[in-house]
């Protein structure tokens, strides 16, 4: 008792657990930004055109999408660090792959697409599983703090990962970002090999009925299935963001440069939102969450309005900072809420409901502001949004819903963790 009071006192990365997974995944993350920069420069410049860069991203995209609810149901099935490893093997393998044949000038795109679609199936299995990690590598009164850990480890890496990835690929070449890519995923396996957490292992009963557990919980809980339809909505209106709203900018208000700017507006609200998550506490989460997303329909407005590109800038990071603070209290509600033994199948539900929708939206984006012109597609998807996030606190479970102490059910503690 003594020693877990001295750990909830000096935070999360005094328990060598959770420092394992935490190096382990920053380095994930990095790799993960480092990706998209250096295959766009590569394809871009190197090998083929703005077409190719989308259909090896598309590849990626739809191996992810199919893999998700399998990966949920394997990660609930299996110890979950497992689950990682095997996944960031794979994304270890096809990003090296990828970077050897750029380096070599034999990258075709067939076997890109092939290579970036393993890359989209193995994050499928690799997001749910670490969805459902943290909470087993940490006290839990510091499952907060742990989330919003991992989240500014996330939020930095979406920072520095581009400029990391760019300044790679102009001095030794893109492919060679790609090998470094791959170096990081590989270097996270041997991290994940170290970790010690228990699993509480579960009869397996078949595939479609454990996925159908995993649907029961989110049925049995209007606060959660509510809020993942919020979310889809959230998403969809967020794609009118990036292709009429950074059109609109880039034509209209202050070209690239005052894109660019409103884009580091928002990278550093988001840092700066996962930051503060580290000390927020509440009673109410899903009352500030939702407040939160509704502050998204800030930039689409001030964009509509032709306001200046500073005044957009304020009004990004304002949305992404808001964005920053949720991620942490969402991830901790649900660790909280959801019992650790379909945890990931939750997860891997919410990641496939809150995106489906983003495909959708890219595409009809476009003829929305042809149809109804930019304005009003801004405006409307700034009013989908705040409606959207503001009407489910109608809702009397989502109102009232607190923090509990811990998981609704926590694994097993492993009385070994790693020694780092």
Not at 179 to 200: E, K, P, Q
Not at 222 to 243: D, E, Q
Request: hydrophobic content about 55%; glycine content about 12%.
């Amino acid at each position: 008792m003594n020693l877990r009071k001295s750990r909830a006192s000096s935070g999360p990365l005094s328990d060598s657990r959770f420092r394992v997974l935490w190096f382990g995944q920053t380095l994930s993350y990095a790799g993960s930004a480092i990706f998209p920069v250096a295959l766009t420069l590569a394809l871009v410049q190197e090998i083929g055109s703005a077409t190719d860069l989308g259909l090896v991203l598309a590849g990626a995209a739809v191996g992810e999408s199919l893999s998700l609810l399998v990966g949920g149901v394997w990660a609930d099935r299996l110890p979950r660090q497992k689950v990682m490893m095997a996944a960031d093997s794979i994304r270890c393998v096809a990003h090296t792959f990828i970077g050897l044949r750029i380096v070599g000038g034999h990258a075709g795109l067939p076997e890109l697409i092939l290579a970036s679609s393993c890359v989209g199936a193995a994050t499928g299995f690799f997001l749910p599983a670490s969805s459902g990690l943290v909470p087993a590598t940490v006290a839990p009164e510091l499952l907060q703090r742990a989330n919003a850990v991992m989240a500014v480890s996330r939020r930095s890496a979406m920072m520095l990962g581009p400029a990391a990835a760019t300044t790679i690929a102009l001095t030794i070449g893109p492919g060679w970002a790609m090998v470094i890519d791959g170096a990081t995923f590989a270097v996270n396996v041997m991290m994940l090999s170290r970790l010690r957490v228990g699993h509480a292992a579960t009869p397996r009963e078949g595939f479609l009925k454990e996925l159908r557990e995993g649907w029961g919980e989110i049925r049995e809980r209007t606060w959660l299935w509510s809020n993942f339809l919020a979310h889809g909505c959230w998403n969809l209106s967020r794609t009118v963001y990036f292709t009429v709203g950074a059109a609109t900018v880039i034509s209209g208000i202050g070209g690239e440069v005052a894109w660019g700017v409103i884009a580091q507006g928002a990278t550093v609200g988001a840092l700066a939102g996962a930051l503060v998550s580290l000390r927020v506490r509440t009673s109410r989460p899903l009352v500030v969450i939702n407040i939160c997303l509704s502050l998204g329909a800030i930039p689409l407005a001030l964009i509509a309005l032709g306001a200046h590109t500073a005044l957009i800038a304020v009004g990004a990071g304002v949305m992404a900072f808001a964005l920053g603070l949720m991620g942490t209290l969402w991830d901790t509600a649900v660790q909280q809420q959801i019992p650790a033994d379909r945890m990931s199948r939750v997860s891997a539900y919410e990641w496939l409901l809150s995106s489906a929708l983003i495909p959708l939206g890219m595409a009809l984006a476009g003829p929305l502001a042809m149809a109804v012109g930019a304005k009003a597609a801004l405006y409307g998807a700034a009013a989908l949004m705040a409606v959207s996030s503001l009407g489910v606190l109608a809702i009397p479970e989502v109102r009232r819903l607190g923090q509990t102490h811990g998981p609704a059910v926590a694994e097993e503690a492993d009385p070994i963790s790693a020694g780092v």
